[in-house]
């Protein structure tokens, strides 16, 4: 059956499911309508007691209004068929609508009252259920029914009673029971069998039933009895359907027994009389159903309420205790001892043994508290300490109750509380308190930190607003913090550009820092304008302050007072611009403004003049009047031309008496006339100094900047041409570059090179190099013959040839200097490495420079003494010339040289008019016949006549002789023909590194 019931009503939801409970909804109508009229029917066809309204009444509050159609179409059907049967057609049809009339007009008033949510779970709900659907709601019926009564010739009052009452008592015995089923209460009903103790319950209420109906209507009462226990001891649901279930068996006793006679007189008939009797006696059972169905209800609740409460103090980890002050007892819940770790089976406990785990020194707090609460001084008994844990050893916890119970005399005599574990929480409040005394002294050590430091700083919050200032930004601002304090930074850090003429104001570091959200600095021209108008230059950075989230708190701006230094750089940056003498440029800076000027003159092809002014007669006061003089006149000079130029015209002094000047916007022919205006100036200037009038002059030597222009370097050489040609040409004059100056430029360049010279020799930029000299007629000797040669090495790093720079270095006496460099390199420096190779025979050229100075040959032969290298080794060549131009101090030498075991070799024989006459007055040991007769001697016959000549006569005063420029085998086979001794040439060797001649060379063992 239950399976039936499942199916039916708890598993399905489709449309033909809802048909069927339809059905079964109309055939249980339909039972209960033939079962009244079967067994109590009046005369007339009216039953005593009609029990189906309430079960549609029932039916129909539970729907919607929308759903009422179907049932209400159902239930007129199976009313007509239930009247049918027993009374005429008619009268079937004319109560059928009165039955529809009723139930719809009772479910309407429940469902208004209740807003489809009838509920008879409490006693108004349940009054009100009995004054709208059991008394009000068959009114309409028991007045139709009158009328018809009336109509028919009957009492009307007895038939409205009667109808009335019939109603009135189904609609009390059978509402409750239909209002308070549902499908999950009968699914429960019907799951928990025979074990239900209702079934008890409806078999002792049938069995007194059966006993008390001979005896009735009196002993009805009875009745009663059962149905008042079965409210007592079922729920609510089951105790209805017992009371339904009595009155349906007592109408079944009433068929099945004789009914007294009807009193004709009578108001009411047997049968009415004991459908009241019996209606009193359901009420009572009714009422404390309800009663009791309430009380059940409120203690599920107050069981529900305690379980939640338990449940929140389990869950938030708070225990319960219970203190009764007559008995000095203590009782905790579960929760608290388990926090406690006290025994779980034992919930009491006395007042020594709660002390017993209190700290000994809290238990003066704890008593001093308590016994301020129990005399009422305070009005909640609060405390904190420490009770003893068994594995955790001594915690924290928190302990608040109040008194809950007093006597009659007003003494307390319980109190209640909570207790929780505030370790935890007590250790981070120490913590707090630790950090807060921490925060608290640092907070102290950086106040007094920002108070003693150099640098100013300013706090502000996220709007730019000041809220802190340490001493120094008080000073530099000259706003003090309370002053500033919520002031714009504008108005208190007040910046500005410095060496802008307007000063206009900057955006300010902090806003820019705020702005970005992210660090800002500024520390190049930044200057602070104080409250009082104080300027001070300033580094400033502003930092952002964040919250632990990033939200963004604030700024800090950090600037520091570098007016000092600032002040120093300005003096820095004009020192290395400009000349400490004359305060003009320098001419570093001046190099600048002329690279400057050669991008105006690609990019816009603007015109340019660069003029150099050099003084003529400035050494004369320099030497004679002193140096103190001469820079008295520059400053003058200066001065005087720095009065005489355009403002946009550019001075400066590019060396000692050296003054460079750009004329921008200029042609060469407007450059010539400024020219010649400033030696007019120059020339006039009558310079005194100790009385002495001293006249200077002034040569200028002007270049025009272009587009062609290469560099600085290039148009400094071409102003320096331009002015050396202005001297040659007679001084005290101008002169502008223009190509084709080629004896100048020469001049020029050798002046250039001279200067570069000395500057190689003290920064060893010479090479020594070694060309073969081959031996032409002893092809068995081991000696191998090497001529020292010298390359210069430029500052760009490339080689210069000995022709660019010997003559230069002869003309302006520099090859002495020249030859000791060679000489200290050769047989000091690289000494070991030539001794160590005895083979070598290795020549040296010495200049009539060294043969000149008196000074050389003893500087020479003491380098010998210490050099490693054996003089035999060594060859000295002196050229022709040298001979002729020192020929006492040349023979000197070659008589030393000689002595020492040194040889000697005549170079360059034969470019001389005597030549054959200095073979008389020296002896030397090697001839090196000049190259100009050697290289034609293939082809120029005159030319084989005299290298042939030279050759003899060399041989027959003893010398070997050697032919240079040898650069071909043609030239190579004449020479050996003619019997010469050695040869020299590109055709027999290039030149190489001195490096590469040693690593070729073995060394001895």
């Known amino acids: 059956m239950i399976e039936l019931y499942e199916r039916l009503f708890l598993n399905a939801s489709d449309r033909a499911t809802h048909w069927v409970r339809l059905g079964l909804f109309c055939g249980l109508f339909w039972t209960l309508g033939v079962l009244c009229l079967s067994l109590a029917q009046l005369p007339g ?48 049809f004319i109560y059928t609508p009165i039955h529809l009339v009723e139930i719809t007009f009772g479910a309407m008033l429940l469902r208004q009252r209740f807003n489809g949510a009838v509920s008879l779970q409490a006693l108004k709900p349940t009054l009100h259920i009995l004054l709208l659907g059991v008394l009000v709601t068959p009114i309409f019926g028991a007045s139709a029914s009158a009328f018809i009564e009336w109509s028919r010739g009957a009492s009307a009052l007895s038939g409205w009673l009667q109808y009335y009452i019939a109603d009135a008592v189904g609609l009390l015995v059978m509402l409750p029971p239909a209002l308070n089923s549902s499908i999950r209460g009968w699914h429960a009903f019907l799951a928990r069998g025979w074990r239900n103790p209702f079934y008890p319950m409806m078999l002792l209420t049938l069995v007194v039933d059966a006993l008390v109906v001979p005896s009735l209507p009196m002993a009805i009462i009875y009745c009663g009895l059962p149905l008042l226990i079965g409210a007592l001891v079922l729920d609510f649901f089951r105790s209805t359907l017992l009371n339904a279930i009595s009155m349906i068996f007592l109408i079944a006793i009433l068929f099945l027994n004789d009914v007294p006679p009807t009193l004709g007189s009578a108001l009411l008939n047997f049968e009415s009389q004991f459908y009241l009797t019996a209606a009193l006696i359901v009420l009572p059972a009714l009422l404390l159903g309800v009663m009791m169905q309430s009380n059940r209800w409120e203690r599920q609740r107050l069981r529900d309420s305690e379980q939640r409460w338990k449940m929140a103090l389990d869950g938030s980890g708070q225990g319960v205790w219970e203190i009764e002050l007559p008995e000095r007892s203590l009782q905790l819940s579960m929760e608290a001892r388990r926090m406690l770790r006290l025994p779980r089976e034992q919930p009491l406990f006395s007042r020594s043994e709660w002390l017993d785990i209190v700290h000994p020194d809290d238990i003066e707090s704890v008593r001093s508290q308590l016994r301020a609460h129990i005399e009422g001084r305070t009005e909640l008994y609060l405390i904190e300490y420490r009770m003893y844990h068994p594995e955790l050893g001594y915690r924290w916890f928190q302990v608040r109750g109040r008194v809950m119970a007093h006597d009659e005399l007003d003494r307390p005599q319980r109190l209640i509380g909570t207790i929780i574990d505030v370790t935890a929480a007590k250790s981070a409040e120490i913590e707090r308190v630790r950090l807060s005394h921490a925060l608290q002294a640092e907070t102290e050590r950086l106040q007094v930190t920002l108070s003693s430091i150099g640098d100013g700083v300013i706090a502000t919050d996220d709007q730019a607003r000041i809220n802190f200032m340490n001493p120094t930004a008080e000073g530099m601002t000259g706003w003090s913090l309370e002053q500033a304090c919520q002031q714009p930074i504008e108005s208190i850090f007040n910046v500005v550009r410095d060496g802008v003429e307007s000063e206009a104001p900057l955006t300010n570091p902090v806003r820019e820092c705020l702005q970005r959200s992210s ?199 071409k102003a320096d041409i331009a002015c050396y040609a202005a001297k040659r040409a007679g001084r005290n004059r101008s002169s502008a570059f223009e190509p084709g100056q080629h004896e100048v430029e020469r001049e020029h360049r050798e002046i250039f090179m001279a200067a570069g010279l000395r500057e190689a020799i003290e920064a060893d930029r010479f090479e020594l190099y070694s060309q073969r000299i081959m031996s032409l007629c002893m092809q068995g000797s081991e000696c191998e013959h090497y001529e020292i040669l010298l390359r210069m090495r430029s500052k760009d790093d490339s080689l210069i040839p000995p022709g660019a720079f010997i003559p230069v270095a002869e003309r302006y006496g520099m090859m002495a200097a020249i030859d000791r460099w060679v000489l200290e390199r050769l047989l000091f420096h690289r000494g070991k490495e030539v001794a160590a190779r005895p083979t070598l025979q290795l020549s040296i050229n010495l200049s009539a420079n060294s043969l000149s100075d008196s000074t050389f040959m003893p500087w020479l032969l003491e380098l010998m003494s210490r050099s490693p290298v054996p003089p035999g080794q060594l060859i000295f060549e002196i050229t022709e010339t040298a001979l002729m131009n020192h020929v006492a101090m040349a023979s000197e030498a070659i008589t030393m040289l000689r002595d020492r075991g040194c040889r000697v070799a005549l170079d360059d024989f034969g470019s001389g008019l005597s030549s054959f006459s200095y073979l008389q007055s020296f002896t030397v040991d090697l001839v090196k016949i000049d190259g100009a007769f050697v290289r034609n001697v293939p082809d120029n016959a005159l030319d084989q006549v005299i290298v042939d000549s030279i050759n003899q006569i060399a041989h027959r005063l003893g010398a070997a002789t050697v032919a240079e420029f040898v650069e071909n085998s043609a030239t190579l086979d004449r020479v050996r023909n003619m019997g010469i001794d050695y040869a020299q040439g590109f055709h027999i060797a290039m030149p190489e590194p001195l490096e590469s001649l040693l690593t070729m060379v073995p060394a001895a063992r």
């Open 45 to 92: 066809g009216q039953a005593s007691l009609w029990l189906p309204n309430a079960l549609a009444i029932a039916a129909l509050v539970r729907l919607d209004y929308p759903r009422w159609w179907s049932p209400l179409l159902a239930l007129t059907v199976v009313n007509f068929l239930v009247l049918l049967p027993f009374m005429s057609p008619a009268l079937a």
């Open 519 to 717: 660090i800002f600095s500024r520390e190049d021209d930044l200057v602070l304008i104080g409250r009082d108008g104080e300027r001070f230059d300033v580094n400033a950075t502003a930092a952002p302050v964040r919250a632990a989230g990033g939200a963004l708190l604030g700024a800090v701006l950090v600037f520091q007072n570098v007016s000092r230094a600032r002040e120093l750089q300005r003096s820095l940056s004009f020192t290395a611009s400009h000349d400490a003498l004359t305060g003009i440029f320098n001419r570093a800076r001046f190099e600048q403004v002329i690279d400057e000027a050669l991008k105006r003159a690609r990019r816009q092809g603007a015109r340019d003049v660069l003029c150099m002014i050099d003084l003529d007669r400035f050494k004369v006061v320099n030497d004679s009047a002193g140096h103190m003089a001469g820079d008295h006149l520059l400053t003058e000079v200066s001065a005087l031309l720095g009065r005489h130029v355009r403002h946009q015209d550019v001075l400066a002094r590019v060396g000692g008496d050296e003054f460079g000047l750009l004329l921008t916007d200029c042609t060469l022919e407007q450059a010539r006339q400024v020219a010649d205006k400033l030696i007019g100036l120059i020339c006039a200037l009558r310079f005194v100094w100790e009385g002495n009038i001293y006249d200077i002059g002034a040569s200028i030597g002007m270049v025009a900047i272009d587009a062609e222009t290469a560099s600085f370097s290039a148009l400094l050489s």
